[in-house]
């Protein structure tokens, strides 16, 4: 036998080269396979899926028709949104959202002064822009800015000075859209500081810090935000000498800044106790003191495990400035309720189309700070399930 035949050729079947690369099936990639996995991946999956569709079949088409098919566009009057006058069905009357825009916004501020209203909300937006955008460049003025030149540059421009020519306008022309804004902003700011103070009091060593914290905190949530409202609003100027008396926005910002710090309060205590005990040990180890403990190694933590509960809260209190009016102060919804009553526009629709301007007002923003959280959770890894 030759040597020729004795070398292994190796099995015939075995195939020497790789097949191309196949496409995944066609069922679990693209919008079915999405469907697949997150709409009928099981039976109750399925069931509460067609469930939803049936309700939004029946909902949908309903406000399409009421803010868009049935909708009136332009008129003058009240007339132009009356089903008896037209004679056929009437959805929403937009002519009197156009005439009402510049007091759902302005209130009653003076209309040669709202222009100082809307260089505020130009402030306010390239703050929050600057803030927010994390490729944006000199960020660390970027807070310089949000955090100390916007807040006396707004007061000055909101309320006025007549030193450089701003006529001074009371607080009780302030209202719209510009007091929610006002409100939700200083609640938001504010909040998130007095938060982290008061859950590190509660976890102080010290029992005259950790009493306090305890008592402000638990008596704060035990009461509703009406309640806190009525007491910033009655009971403050008591405390106060009566040349100093806050007006009613002043005692509103008060009442609803420290309702939301015991909120957020138990919000970061709960991400505090979420990080694990070596790390506090490892911080200690290292030489570090109390204060650079919490700002390098703890907070920092703390606060990434609590983004979707610090969200929440912004939420809630964005909603919650509705309830200022309570006390006297025009908010969004207030203006709304004061203008629909107007006998210019007295129609079974006015009402609807205010309110439907209010829920699409706060829509948008709520909406839009939870996908930013979304964005924030997922860069940091957070919303991982642990």
């Not at 040597?3 to 995944?24: I, K, M, S």
């Not at 009566?242 to 709960?270: C, H, Q, T, W």
């Not at 969004?332 to 609807?352: F, G, N, Y």
């Amino acid at each position: 036998m030759s040597d020729t035949e004795l070398v292994p050729t190796g099995p015939a079947f075995v195939r020497r080269e790789f097949l191309p690369a196949q496409p995944p099936p066609v069922r679990m990639t693209g919008a079915f396979g999405w469907m697949r996995e997150n709409l009928f991946s099981s039976a109750f999956n399925i069931v509460l899926t067609i469930l939803i569709a049936l309700l939004l079949a029946w909902v949908v088409p309903e406000i399409v028709r009421f803010l868009f098919i049935d909708a009136v566009w332009t008129g003058a009057d009240r007339e132009a949104c009356h089903e008896a006058v037209q004679g056929h069905a009437i959805g929403a009357c937009w002519p009197f959202v156009w005439e009402r825009l510049p007091y759902f916004i302005y209130g009653s501020y003076p209309i040669p002064e709202r222009w100082r209203v809307d260089l505020f909300f130009a402030l306010l937006a390239l703050g929050v822009v600057w803030m927010l955008w994390l490729s944006a460049p000199r960020r660390d003025l970027g807070m310089i800015y949000s955090f100390a030149v916007l807040p006396v540059v707004s007061f000055i421009l909101l309320h006025g000075f007549e030193a450089i020519g701003l006529p001074v306008v009371d607080t009780v022309l302030w209202g719209g859209v510009l007091v929610t804004i006002v409100v939700a902003s200083v609640g938001i700011v504010v909040s998130l500081p007095f938060g982290i103070a008061l859950a590190l009091g509660r976890r102080s060593q010290m029992p005259a810090v950790r009493l306090f914290s305890v008592i402000f905190i638990e008596f704060v949530r035990g009461v509703p935000l009406v309640t806190v409202l009525f007491m910033a609003s009655v009971m403050l100027p008591l405390f106060v000498p009566p040349n100093f008396e806050p007006d009613k926005l002043l005692r509103a910002l008060i009442g609803i800044a420290l309702f939301a710090s015991a909120y957020m309060a138990e919000v970061v205590r709960a991400g505090l106790q979420a990080i694990p005990k070596g790390q506090f040990e490892g911080a200690m180890a290292v030489g570090l003191n109390y204060p650079q403990r919490m700002r390098l190694i703890i907070l920092p933590q703390a606060l990434r495990v609590t983004i979707p509960n610090i969200v929440n809260n912004y939420v809630a209190l964005f909603k919650d400035t509705t309830l200022v009016f309570i006390v006297g102060i025009f908010d969004l919804l207030r203006t709304i309720e004061v203008a629909r009553i107007d006998p210019k526009w007295a129609t079974p629709v006015t009402s609807t189309t205010g309110y439907a301007v209010a829920a699409i007002f706060y829509l948008v923003f709520c909406y839009g700070m939870s996908r930013y959280a979304r964005a924030v959770e997922a860069r940091l890894a957070t919303g991982d399930k642990r």
